[in-house]
């Protein structure tokens, strides 16, 4: 996870679906601070790909997606 110091953009790719606690803390040059909590829930993705089945029955040339 990272915060661009300029525009304030977080980003951060989970590399597993869950709920996760994030503190983000600011600091000014005196050493004051201040903090925020928040909890991110990330949801499963899409599948991706033939999971299961015959792909052996599909016709000549016929389109699979997903």
């Known amino acids: 996870m990272s915060i661009d110091s300029g525009s304030g953009r ?20 005196r050493g004051g601070f201040v903090e925020q909590h928040y909890t991110i829930t990330v949801a499963p993705g899409p599948l991706s790909g033939l999971t299961s089945g015959d792909s052996s ?6 389109e699979v997606s997903t």
């Open 10 to 29: 977080i980003t951060w790719t989970p590399a597993d679906a869950g709920s996760f606690t994030v503190t983000v803390r600011a600091t000014d040059p």
């Open 57 to 62: 029955a599909l016709p000549a040339r016929s």
